[in-house]
């Protein structure tokens, strides 16, 4: 019998109010940093201007080309898929700074990196500061995009967690959107303001995010990680809109310290954690992290080898192209049914319990009976918020 939400006897945790979604939710405003700056440069790349500024005249490209001038499809490839280098390199350190600097000022910095990037992109009238600009700016977005996630998935309470992770892939929709808005809008134009109105909006959405982290709290997990419990404690009832010493934030606060503890002294992890069938205890940052730099990866190589795939002076496939992305879904949508876990309804502590008791496939059977929460990780959190120990009389130690 698959598992259901009313089969689960969920740990106490406090109500969602608007507030606190809206709180959430607000860390999923990266996706248009990631889609617009992922969506733009198509359509500068098609700009009569952009041709003749950055392509090379007498061009044997005369299909594309304007006034004799276009760029070569290798510098069309590298242009395109450079940003997807550098969010591989944003990623390779995005997790251990985040460790290091908190969640939120990791996606604080991505968008002082990024806003760098955008400076050498409208600054450029050549292909080798564009190509660097978009580097620094990829390098970015690997921070943003491998934190702002994690960020949100340790935040969110598990009943809307799927909802507001899922509105991180919307707001990539939306940026992609705006981008086809705002380049339609100046494709026309005659002068530098062409392509450096595109790339020079990228400001906002970075200062947006950015300014706007600086205003949440951190993440409760990064603060049990380094033992500041207190800290913990009065991020997490900023974040779930409740006192302090309330029953609900005790409870929570009490399964991840002891969740972490349990992590920090019995769980081992490595690269190859990515591609095993069934996965070992692991702090449930680190696949995170790995496996998104993975999917970077490949972004550049794919990024890279379609502009030769598609034009008519190479592969030539055009719109046959789809045939190949049509079948690599087909596989993917395999893998996700029988590879990916199911964890709705659940929270982070006991989809770590759920990873070490089954596989992804029967994942959905799994039905959750105790968690990493004791008595001596409630008294210590009661002990350092000043909560009575009476706030637990009413509260099952080991039910979820």
């Known amino acids: 019998m698959s598992r259901g939400q009313g089969e689960i006897s969920a740990r106490v945790e406090a109500p969602v109010t608007v507030k606190a979604y809206l709180l959430c939710a607000f860390a999923a405003f990266g996706g248009i940093l990631f889609g617009y700056d992922s969506g733009y440069i198509s359509g500068v790349l098609g700009m009569n201007y952009f041709k003749k500024e950055f392509g090379h005249p007498n061009s044997t490209d005369t299909e594309n080309a304007f006034e004799g001038h276009m760029y070569h499809t290798w510098e069309k490839s590298l242009i395109t898929s450079i940003l997807s280098c550098g969010t591989f390199f944003g990623a390779l350190f995005a997790g251990s700074l985040a460790d290091w600097i908190g969640r939120r000022n990791t996606v604080v910095s991505g968008c002082g990196v990024f806003m760098l990037g955008v400076i050498l992109q409208v600054a450029s009238t050549s292909v080798g500061l564009l190509v660097g600009g978009r580097l620094v700016a990829g390098v970015g977005v690997g921070f943003v995009s491998a934190v702002i996630i994690l960020y949100m998935s340790e935040i969110a309470p598990k009943a809307v967690r799927g909802a507001i992770v899922s509105g991180y ?126 999917l970077r990866l490949w972004n550049f190589v794919l990024g890279y080898v379609t502009p030769y795939m598609v034009d008519s002076n190479e592969g030539n496939l055009g719109v046959k192209v789809f045939f190949v992305w049509g079948s690599t879904c087909t596989l993917c949508g395999l893998f996700a049914y029988f590879m990916v876990p199911e964890t709705k309804g659940l929270s982070l502590e006991q989809v770590d319990r759920m990873l070490e008791e089954t596989t992804p496939h029967t994942s959905s059977k799994w039905v959750p009976h105790d968690t990493f929460a004791d008595d001596s990780a409630r008294k210590e959190i009661a002990k350092v918020t000043g909560a009575s120990a009476d706030v637990y009389e009413n509260v099952e130690p080991k039910s979820v």
């Not at 494709?187 to 062409?194: A, E, L, V």
Request: one cysteine or more.
């Open 169 to 294: 892939q919307f707001a990539i929709t939306i940026g992609l959107l705006l981008a086809s808005c705002v380049d339609q809008a100046t494709k026309d134009r005659m002068d530098s303001g062409s392509y450096r109105i595109p790339i020079s909006i990228q400001f906002a959405w970075a200062l947006i995010l950015g300014g706007g982290l600086l205003m949440l709290p951190e993440s409760p997990r990064y603060y049990v990680k380094d033992d500041k419990l207190e800290q913990a404690a009065h991020a997490l009832s900023r974040i779930r809109g409740q006192p302090v010493d309330s029953e609900y934030i005790q409870s929570e606060l009490a399964e991840l310290v002891a969740n972490f503890r349990h992590e920090r002294e019995n769980m081992q992890t490595g690269w190859l954690d990515c591609f095993k069938v069934t996965i070992p205890p692991t702090p449930t940052y680190l696949p995170n992290t790995n496996t998104l730099l993975l």
